[in-house]
């Protein structure tokens, strides 16, 4: 399952395409290949070991071993405050060489969403194609990482490999690897320390509400290629890093590193841990020479999920863990014995789903959306023996599934619905299944096809309908919104099936679902596609006609425990049609703050979810 990356094999290109693909998989081969241009021992470098600090005398001021043992803030805070540049720089070594091995036993997952530009007259520079990459990350010694996407992609017969490669040749498949992405999550992961870089102080400046250092990072010269080259932003309590921003130097002839922007949170004390990173290249001036333009996210979540052996998954196993409650001592009627097993079912999918991260915990955010499907229920009397319930996957892909009466959509999902409408209308498809009994996963009551490793999880779990019920449910989802408050709003939901209609062609990595049924086939949409006929035209050049917004915009996805909940932005005027975005990826600017989830649990929990978040405008930046 474990791959590692190979070795880059360089072809003659014949085709635009080729080049793009190809030079990116050089690109994240050459990122990948940064710790192969250092010393071949990946021990860690943390001040911890003392052994090791022979090469790195500055890692390791005395006192910092303490620290990192400890791994106690208050450890930290009882160390003199640096007093000159070189003190602070001293500290960041060692903060971050701290980070690095207290990340090093945990397997984040780690996703990229890649989009391929092209130069629209109108739009500037829009999707040409996309790809997209979910994985488990070490972060021990060297990083490495395992594939969520393994063979089912793309129905049957298409592979992986064709998936990401647009039909390539073979000898590109371990090349084109999202390892690089990941990279970036350190400036050096091995060598970051004095006798490999200088340190510019440049100025202080404000991120969110931290106050931070900034530092020009250069290599020096005989440092070996590869090295950060960029600026690092230091909050000065901990002297940790909380943001780098530049590119990786010296690449070799034919390598090319492409440029990143790599935010961190606070979300534990103490830590600083990597969340976002954003990457672009691409110059579309006239007469422009490079021909790579693409922007990419990645997101990185899941640092608290068990790294999972075969024997956390036999303590996983919970048989009946539901029943015992019920007061009575009824035997189960044949259909309440059903409806249990589908209760057991959806237990189990559910709970497997968590432990994988692919699953939010229960939020804030599913209390929006079950207030939606509730209002759908309510005017549609329907009234259901167990009541229905909404989850959040954690991905981005558009999709959304049902399992027993759990409704779940994607978090990719939630972003980039314009309004309450359009929600609706996701929602009101899985509850029409539900309603009319289209249950699926029956099979997943019997808790041995739970166990199963985590990367395996979209292999061994699976939620599509026939054709013949996806019409239903749409059929039935249409009559349901018709008699409900989503009446009036249709308008909206009809134009957000346009915008993706017109965008689906160019987007086939994120409206590829892993779980449920497909919204689109071939390039068109298919569910709930009739909304489209009574919707007003799509026209981008009307400003005030939001049809769909950009990726990340509206949830926003706690790395530490996977939580939910809505972003907070204030919304920003829409200027000319370029701004919007839609379905589009864009930089990442999150608000920093210190331990910005502990000493805040559950900040929402007050919103009273009887509005959904969704009716604020749409705001292009993924950022509150
Ligand atoms: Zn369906």
């Known amino acids: 399952m474990r791959r590692v990356t190979r070795g880059v094999t360089r072809e003659v290109m014949s085709n635009m395409n080729w080049i793009i693909l190809a030079l990116l998989a050089v690109t994240m081969t050459a990122v990948a290949q940064q710790p192969a241009s250092a010393p071949q021992n990946p021990q860690p470098v943390a001040a911890t070991q003392p052994g090791q600090t022979a090469a790195q005398p500055s890692a390791a001021p005395s006192g910092q071993a303490q620290s990192a043992q400890s791994q106690s803030p208050q450890a930290q805070a009882s160390l003199a405050p640096p007093t000159t540049m070189d003190q602070v720089v001293d500290r960041v070594i060692a903060r971050e060489n701290d980070l690095i091995k207290f990340l090093s036993p945990r397997t984040p997952i780690v996703e990229t969403y890649l989009q391929n530009l092209t130069q629209d007259p109108q739009l500037g520079p829009i999707p040409q ?107 000065d309590q901990d002297f940790s890093i909380v943001r780098l921003n530049g590119t990786y130097a010296r690449p070799s002839r034919n390598n090319y590193y492409y440029h990143m922007d790599s935010w961190r949170l606070n979300l ?43 024997n956390d998954e036999l303590t996983q196993i919970r048989v009946d863990s539901v029943k015992d409650e019920t007061p009575s001592a009824q035997d189960a009627s044949p259909l ?49 023996p167990r009541p229905v319930r909404t989850r959040v996957l954690t991905t981005s892909p558009l999709e959304t599934f049902s399992v027993g009466n759990t409704i779940v959509v994607s978090r990719g999902l939630i972003d980039v619905l314009p309004d309450e409408g359009s929600l609706a209308m996701v929602l009101s498809h899985e509850l029409a299944h539900i309603v009319l009994g289209h249950n699926l996963g029956s099979q997943y009551a019997f808790n041995d096809r739970m166990l199963f490793s985590d990367e395996a999880t979209y292999q061994n779990l699976g939620f599509k309908h026939i054709p013949e019920e996806e019409a239903a449910a749409d059929k039935k989802a249409v009559e349901m919104l018709k008699a409900s408050p989503y009446a009036q709003k249709l308008d909206s939901a009809g134009l957000f099936i346009k915008a993706l209609q017109k965008r689906a062609p160019q987007l086939s990595a994120l409206l590829q679902a892993h779980l449920g049924n497909n919204i689109t086939e071939n390039g068109t949409v298919t569910r709930m ?73 559950a900040s929402t929990t007050a919103a009273a979810p009887t509005t959904t978040a969704t009716t604020a405008d749409a705001s292009p930046t993924p950022t509150n």
């Open 129 to 235: 194609d996309d790809h997209y990459f979910l994985g488990r990350m070490d972060l021990s010694d060297s990083i490495d990482r395992s594939d969520y996407l393994q063979e089912k992609v793309k129905g049957e017969g298409e592979g992986m490999e064709k998936r990401l490669l647009g039909g390539l040749t073979k000898r590109f498949k371990f090349q084109y690897q999202p390892l690089g992405f990941s990279w970036m999550i350190f400036a050096d992961r091995n060598n970051f320390d004095r006798q490999h870089y200088n340190f510019h102080y440049a100025r202080r400046e404000f991120l969110g509400d931290v106050r931070c250092l900034v530092f020009d990072l250069t290599p020096k010269k005989d440092a070996g290629r590869g090295r950060f080259l960029g600026r690092i932003w230091i909050e």
């Open 336 to 384: 309440a014995a059903e409806r249990e097993w589908q209760q057991q079912a959806e237990d189990n999918v559910l709970e497997r789903l968590e432990r994988a991260g692919l699953l939010a915990p229960e939020g804030d955010v599913d209390k929006i959306l079950q207030t939606v499907v509730n209002n759908i229920e309510i005017t549609n009397n329907i009234e259901l």
């Open 529 to 601: 596609a009739q909304l489209a006929n009574s919707a007003p035209a799509l026209d981008w050049n009307k400003l005030d006609q939001i049809a769909a917004l950009p990726l990340g915009g509206r949830v926003k996805l706690n790395p530490w425990d996977d939580k939910v909940e809505i972003v907070k932005a204030q919304p920003v005027a829409i200027t000319s049609a370029r701004d919007k975005m839609p379905f589009e990826v864009t930089p990442f600017f999150p608000r920093l703050s210190r331990d910005s989830v502990a000493s805040t649990p």
């Open 268 to 310: 534990i004390p103490g830590y600083w841990v990597p969340a976002y990173i954003y990457s672009e290249e691409g110059d579309f001036t006239a007469g422009a020479k490079n021909k790579i333009a693409f922007k990419a996210q990645t997101r990185m979540w899941g640092y608290n999920l068990k790294t999972g052996t075969a």
